[in-house]
């Protein structure tokens, strides 16, 4: 069994390496480590960090350490002046999430018990089937979750995992869903998003929903369905009012149901580049298809491993959801172009529909990345430090072990007219912190973040304040009108100070 230590998702940005893990793409493995001090790593932007990543917060709302107004003494002549902000949204996971993990073995024991000969191989089939998600040949069977092997391995190593990426931004997000909508799980599998939902978003407990999980593979669903019900029970002592129906079905059938939320996690990866059709043409196809399953105001919610690939489609999935009239939501700052594209770079091509398209009033053009083949990809890193012992002994036993948790997600939303009319009024300019943290000069930290005026680098003293990735901030300031932008050399991004 191999013993290198994974990271979730890749660091740097080689062409035609797929790196990372989870369902997804496969990571480059790291070389042994060799005795002595680590050198200091390359971070996935290109940048070299300063620290490891810090431990993840459980309680958002709490007050951070060295998070001050104070001004910084000993960060040289360029050290930022500006009050430093409180985000207005951050990521963190739920913490009913952890209390869940805490409880998962022994329910998934109950209801799926593993054979002796299937435990001693846990690890084995673990390993084996992250190799099939993370393989770039589409040679998996397509109901690969229906034999027991498998499906062992996906609840008791996929799922939790799963559940801590979506369980730590589901709480930011602005869904609109009354009693009685209807939400549609696109490859639900274990139910692993109408569990986070579940875990992460106790405002949704008492709402009349109606959720509709589907999948190409039935037993799946089925499992999930009962891991459900039990982790209510033991949490909450009580199912919620939710209407849950499995369905099998296969993406692109239609459905005689039209959805408010659409969500579809980890499911776009298994299929979407197997067509050889331009990017840029398969997104709006796709996107075309989501908006069918629709009601006229409702939201698409996609979420996909944090690799380069899945990065350069869910921004090539924002552009055209938007030119189809649903512009994005969050994370996006903004409804400009995406400054962090990937390899997308165009709707537009040979064989493009050509059809009605929007483009969102008020867009401006952004500053992008210094030009290169491959733009930065948008996604988010967390801290694996939370996960519960058993799942990282088991992570370890797989020879999967993670220090972190990578992933990309997009939440489109065809515009309420009267919510839109209320948004207007109080369109104030945001900042999404995107990356890890990295040394400048003059002992101060930077990120890399998404703004309304494109790809912006983040200058700050960490002795001061402390930013996370997912961190939503009121812009700062740039320079006193009439003076020129500045913009870093090495990266080509806005470079803007706290
Ligand atoms: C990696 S699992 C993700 C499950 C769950 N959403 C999660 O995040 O853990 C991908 C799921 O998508 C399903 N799937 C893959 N391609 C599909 C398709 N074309 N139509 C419907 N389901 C599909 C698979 O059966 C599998 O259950």
């Known amino acids: 069994m191999p013993k290198n230590t994974h990271e979730d998702r890749g660091r740097s940005f080689k062409p035609g390496k797929a790196r990372g893990e989870g369902p997804g793409k496969r990571p480059a493995l790291p070389a042994s480590p060799k005795p002595g001090r680590p050198k200091p790593q390359p971070s996935e932007f290109g940048r070299t960090k300063p620290e490891r990543s810090k431990p993840q917060r459980s309680n958002p709302g ?13 960060t040289g002549p360029s ?34 018990p593993l054979s002796r000969n299937h435990r001693l191989g846990l690890g084995r089939n673990i390993r084996s089937l992250w190799e099939d998600l993370t393989s770039e040949r589409e ?64 405002d949704l407990r008492t709402k ?5 999980c589907t999948d190409r593979t039935e037993r799946i669903l089925k499992v999930g369905l009962t891991l459900f019900e039990s982790l209510c029970l033991r949490l909450g002592g009580s199912l919620p009012p939710w209407t849950i129906t499995l369905r099998r079905h296969q993406f692109g059938i239609a459905l005689p149901e039209k959805a408010d939320l659409l969500t579809a996690a980890n499911v776009f990866n298994e299929f979407f580049w197997k067509s050889k059709v331009p990017l840029g043409i398969r997104a709006s196809l ?30 090539a ?3 055209a959801l938007s030119s189809f009239g649903a512009p994005p939501l969050s994370p996006c700052p903004h409804v400009n172009d995406c400054p962090m594209p990937g390899i997308f770079r165009s709707l537009e091509g040979p064989g493009s529909d050509g059809g009605a398209r929007f483009k969102p009033k008020n867009a401006q053009a952004v500053v992008m990345p210094k030009h290169r083949e491959k733009y930065p990809w948008c996604h988010f890193t ?81 002795l001061r304040v402390f930013f996370s990735s997912g961190d939503l901030l009121p812009l700062p300031q740039a320079k006193a009108a009439g003076t ?12 803007l100070s706290y």
Not at 208 to 212: S, V, W
């Open 79 to 112: 050290a930022p002046a500006q009050k430093s902000p409180s985000p207005l949204e951050s990521f963190s996971i739920a913490p009913d999430c952890l209390r869940a993990l805490g409880i998962l073995p022994g329910i998934l024991d109950e209801i799926v």
């Open 286 to 315: 796709t996107a075309r298809q989501l908006l069918g399953y629709l009601k006229d105001t409702g939201s698409v919610l996609l979420v996909e491993p944090g690799d380069p690939r899945s990065g350069s489609f869910i921004s």
């Open 208 to 212: 009349k929903l109606g959720i509709i």
């Open 139 to 202: 040679h998996r069977a397509s109901e690969y979750l229906s034999a027991p092997a498998y499906y062992s391995a996906y609840l008791r190593y996929f799922l939790p995992w799963n559940l801590l990426r979506l369980s730590s931004f589901l709480p930011t997000l602005k869904l609109r869903l009354d009693d009685e909508a209807t939400i549609v799980d696109l490859g639900s599998g274990p139910l692993t998003l109408p569990i986070a939902l579940y875990l992460s978003r106790p």
């Open 382 to 462: 967390i801290g694996a430090d939370m996960a519960p012992g058993w799942l990282k002994a088991l992570s370890a036993e797989a020879g999967l072990s993670k220090e972190k948790l990578v992933f990309s997600f997009l939440l489109s939303a065809i515009p309420d007219p009267l919510a839109a009319t209320a948004k207007l009024k109080d369109g104030k300019a945001n900042l999404r912190v995107l990356s890890e943290s990295f040394a400048l000069p003059n002992g101060l930290s930077g990120r890399y973040c998404c703004s309304p005026k494109g790809y912006t680098l983040l200058r700050y003293s960490s």
């Open 317 to 319: 999935l924002r552009a």
């Open 62 to 74: 709490a007050p951070r350490r060295g998070h001050s107004n104070t001004t910084p003494s000993g």
């Open 484 to 495: 020129k932008e500045e913009k870093d050399e090495k990266s080509g991004a806005i470079l």
